[in-house]
């Protein structure tokens, strides 16, 4: 008969062992998490939950939503994998992403690989599944046009913005066709605000790590823009037009709530776009203007779904 002490001691090891492997595996799924970037898709999920409500007709569909919310989330998160695993070895030279878990070597190049193909595979199918073929078909182009596109041109040409607004802006639309099996005129104007949305957005980001981005050979500001006053133009030009192009829809309209909570909303958005031009190019105004920008869009969203 065996020892009960011995089995106790036997025992001892496996159990001390389990924390340390609980740990391990913990810390493992917080890099494939953290490869997903779940800061971007919060925005991507709320642009393709407007995009789902405008593009309604008839009744809510709870079910719906949700559907299209995971299927995009799927594709998104796949393509932020896939994003990272190409531009592993240039992230290793930012200072803002060299601790991400490809560059640091907590996960290999095949874990990613795999991961994100893995992700990216199961968004398209199960959109075109429990959606339909349209939003399934427009959210595969959105990966494609973004991997294959916007992320090589970033370390070719400063136009590489304007392209990934194509990208950028098409989460509107796979919500509307999940919503409608359709993309209408109403639609790419909710397309429009989103694509002119992203130049205050990433040009702020492009001025506040513009050393870190030169450091690894992208180039998302012109080279000859050394004081950074086209850049700072450009921002307050594209804001500009943001704001008009979202209240173009109350000319015409005898009510005028719309028009104003519009133009508060932009005025918020340019007058932090102005004390950034009138700057210099600070770091910290091109940071305000960044967290402005992400206080705008959701406002203007829900301006747009209460004006339905």
Not at 101 to 130: D, I, N, T
Request: aromatic fraction near 10%.
């Amino acid at each position: 008969m065996a020892n009960p002490s011995k089995i106790g001691n036997m025992a001892t090891p496996n159990v001390m062992a389990n924390p340390t492997a609980l740990q391990t595996l913990s810390s493992k799924l917080a890099d494939y998490y953290t490869l997903t970037k779940p800061e971007v898709n919060l925005l991507i999920l709320m642009t393709t939950s407007a995009g789902y409500y405008l593009g309604l007709r008839g009744p809510f569909h709870f079910a719906g939503l949700v559907n299209t919310l995971i299927g995009t989330l799927l594709v998104a998160s796949g393509t932020a994998t896939l994003n990272q695993w190409m531009e592993r070895s240039w992230d290793a030279r930012m200072r803002r992403t060299a601790n991400r878990p490809l560059p640091s070597g907590r996960l290999s190049s095949r874990e990613a690989f795999l991961f994100g193909s893995f992700l990216s595979l199961a968004g398209g199918l199960y959109l075109a599944l429990l959606v339909n073929p349209l939003a399934s078909l427009l959210a595969v182009s959105t990966l494609l046009s973004y991997l294959l596109v916007y992320t090589p041109l970033k370390r070719r040409t400063p136009l590489c913005t304007m392209l990934g607004a194509f990208p950028g802006a098409m989460p509107t639309l796979i919500g509307w066709a999940g919503a409608s099996n359709a993309v209408s005129g109403q639609a790419m104007f909710l397309f429009a605000v989103l694509f002119l949305w992203q130049f205050p957005h990433f040009l702020a980001i492009a001025l506040m790590y513009r050393e870190d981005y030169e450091r690894a050979g992208y180039k998302m500001l012109p080279r000859f823009d050394l004081d950074s006053c086209f850049t700072r133009g450009e921002i307050v030009a594209f804001t500009l037009a943001l704001i008009i192009t979202t209240v173009m829809p109350a000319v015409g309209r005898t009510g005028t709530g719309y028009a104003l909570c519009m133009l508060l909303a932009g005025g918020f958005l340019l007058y932090h776009s102005l004390k950034l031009a009138n700057s210099g190019g600070s770091r910290v105004m091109a940071s305000r203007l960044l967290h402005a920008s992400v206080i705008y869009l959701p406002v203007v969203l829900t301006i747009m779904a209460i004006g339905k």
